[in-house]
């Protein structure tokens, strides 16, 4: 079965600080992959998506970078945060075989918090 | 622009009665919804989804309904419980995107 792990779970970094946020996929080979962002009460903001390897799609102008450097690795990064990048960050997968690549499935997240 | 917006930002209803979650899609184009569960402090879960070529579907205790004349989506939860207890989303997505357009959610409440 498959399987995504993200790491940490909470982080608290201070502003402009360096993130590095990392995102892992088990079980299934050239999953879609996606970063969102919730803020507290919110709904989901899509970052990044990406279809394949150092394939990055941005949604959003932001402070933040992702990369794939691995098939199933997803990076989110920033190299000098902002109060304004606290909030709960998602990474998900989506299987592109199926024909339904819309269903994501997402990790458990990771909350930011940004002093 | 195309949004998914929910009518009610927080339901709350009492243990074993039947719960609805409503949300209005803008993108008469959207042809895919689903239904995610949130519970605090995780990532959303899968419940149900539903496409646009059908305008009920069930799953256990959960049914989603589709009005594409009004542009309405809805989920049903049949004997809520206090563990049915979460932030619920709708999302769209249509012509075979790759990416889902959420909701803001709504947050539903069951009480003893």
């Known amino acids: 079965s498959q399987t995504i792990h993200q790491w940490p779970a909470t982080l608290v970094q201070p502003v402009g600080s360096p993130l590095s946020l990392e995102c892992t996929v088990e079980g299934t080979s050239n999953p879609n992959l996606y970063w969102y962002r919730q803020a507290a009460g919110r709904g989901l903001q899509l970052l990044f998506y990406s279809v394949g390897i150092g394939q990055i799609s941005s949604e959003v102008p932001q402070n933040l970078s992702a990369s794939r450097p691995q098939d199933r690795q997803f990076i989110l990064s920033s190299k000098k945060l902002l109060l304004s990048d606290s909030g709960f960050y998602l990474c998900a997968w989506s299987n592109p075989h199926t024909g339904a690549n819309e269903k994501l499935f997402f990790g458990s997240g990771t909350q930011l918090s940004v002093l | 622009g195309e949004s998914v917006g929910l009518h009610l930002p927080t339901l709350s209803v009492q243990e074993g009665d039947n719960s609805i979650i409503n949300c209005a899609y803008s993108n008469s184009a959207s042809d895919y919804f689903i239904w995610y569960k949130q519970e605090s402090g995780k990532g959303p879960q899968f419940i149900i989804d539903?496409?646009?070529?059908?305008d009920k579907r069930q799953g256990q205790r959960v049914t989603v309904l589709l009005n594409k004349t009004v542009k309405h989506l809805s989920l049903q939860i049949a004997a809520t419980q206090p563990g049915d207890s979460a932030v619920y989303f709708c999302a769209e997505t249509y012509r075979n995107t790759d990416k889902l357009i959420f909701g803001t959610g709504t947050r539903l409440q069951v009480f003893p």
């Open positions: 539903i496409r646009s070529n059908m």
